[in-house]
């Protein structure tokens, strides 16, 4: 007996040739925001999105039922998932290998949105070089009733000590409340290299100012200060990807800014999508920044001399 063919139904809409379903279903309820705004979002920054969340394992946020909704995380890849999203075998620390998603495709990102995704959480490595990552991010979170001044205050602070031990960074704001700083790397050290110099140059910033930092996970001692989230840099943590949708009131998007553009902001969630729309037509800051840095053993004596020093 044959089967009905499945028809398409004409209200679907074709982004980058992928065929997103519901496009009218409301995905963001304050906003207004439908499936197909975020679809039409994501085909017109995939591009854009490729350079910084590409060719490196990936997390989806997936909300099938809106913002509003239960959303949740999903790192491994499934079977029959669509073309643009491939996987790659990874050791994991228990010892098993499992599949994790890789976008390789700018129709990637698309077809994420069509199965409800909202947001994109990558690797700090790259699927060629897995145990070498090419960038490293310090993850700037505020108590609540700290403002956005405070944060601002941190990742400067942060940016001046890196720069002091021979590190160049970049700020992007996450959409949510803080910033994240963003230190490009060259694939040289590993990760327990990266993690622990991580860690080391937060819990200096914590004991330098210890009313307003802490760099260790206890939300106990986080009590009006920031939190200098470094174990974003640990093997299998994930950061929200640059131009990332964010699945919080009024659809804010993670943008990458230069140090002056963050002096002006006033809140990490700013950025909504036409004004992300807009940041596509210049040059993504990320693009300019020195991709020669590494922790080499002068960068760490730096650090070392910095922390001896003070
Ligand atoms: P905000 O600026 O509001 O803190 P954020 O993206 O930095 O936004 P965090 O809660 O600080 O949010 O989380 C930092 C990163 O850790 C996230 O971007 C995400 O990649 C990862 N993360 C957080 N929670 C989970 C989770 N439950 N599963 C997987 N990854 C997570
Ligand atoms: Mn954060
Ligand atoms: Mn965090």
């Known amino acids: 007996k044959l089967e009905k063919p499945v028809a398409a139904n004409d209200k679907d809409q074709t982004f980058?040739?992928?065929?997103?379903?519901?496009?009218?279903?409301?995905?963001?309820?304050?906003?207004?925001?439908?499936?197909?705004?975020?679809?039409?979002?994501?085909?017109?920054?995939a591009d854009r999105m490729l350079d910084y969340a590409g060719d490196r394992p990936i997390s989806l946020l997936r909300c099938p039922d809106g913002t509003d909704g239960d959303c949740f995380f999903q790192k491994h890849a499934g079977q029959g998932f669509p073309d643009g999203i491939g996987s790659v075998d990874i050791t994991e620390s228990s010892g098993k290998s499992e599949p994790y998603m890789v976008i390789e495709k700018p129709e990637g990102f698309v077809a994420a949105a069509q199965m409800g995704s909202i947001e994109f959480h990558i690797w700090g490595s790259r699927t060629d070089l897995l145990e070498k990552p090419d960038r490293l991010v310090f993850d700037l979170d505020?108590?609540?009733?700290?403002?956005?001044?405070?944060?601002?205050?941190?990742?400067?602070?942060?940016?001046?000590?890196?720069?002091?031990?021979?590190?160049?960074?970049?700020?992007?704001?996450?959409?949510?409340?803080?910033?994240?700083?963003?230190?490009?790397?060259r694939r040289v050290a590993e990760w327990e290299t990266v993690a622990f110099f991580a860690r080391t140059v937060a819990s200096h910033l914590a004991e330098r100012h210890p009313d307003r930092y802490v760099a260790t996970m206890s939300k106990a001692k986080r009590k009006g200060k920031i939190f200098i989230d470094w174990l974003r840099n640990e093997r299998g943590a994930t950061a929200v990807a640059p131009y990332s949708l964010r699945a919080r009131e009024g659809a804010p998007v993670a943008i990458p800014v230069t140090w002056p553009q963050l002096a002006k902001l006033t809140s990490a969630n700013s950025f909504n999508m036409p004004k992300a729309l807009?940041?596509?037509?210049?040059?993504?800051?990320?693009?300019?920044?020195a991709a020669s840095q590494s922790i080499s053993r002068e960068v760490v004596e730096s650090l070392e001399t910095l922390i001896h020093c003070q």
Request: glycine share 12%.
């Open 16 to 45: 980058r040739g992928v065929r997103v379903s519901h496009p009218e279903r409301v995905v963001f309820p304050e906003a207004g925001y439908t499936k197909g705004d975020v679809a039409g979002y994501y085909a017109k920054a």
């Open 142 to 185: 505020p108590d609540e009733g700290l403002g956005f001044s405070e944060v601002k205050t941190a990742a400067k602070e942060l940016r001046k000590m890196l720069c002091e031990i021979g590190l160049d960074s970049l700020p992007m704001v996450t959409g949510g409340k803080g910033v994240h700083v963003i230190v490009p790397l």
């Open 278 to 289: 807009k940041r596509l037509d210049q040059e993504c800051p990320l693009q300019a920044m």
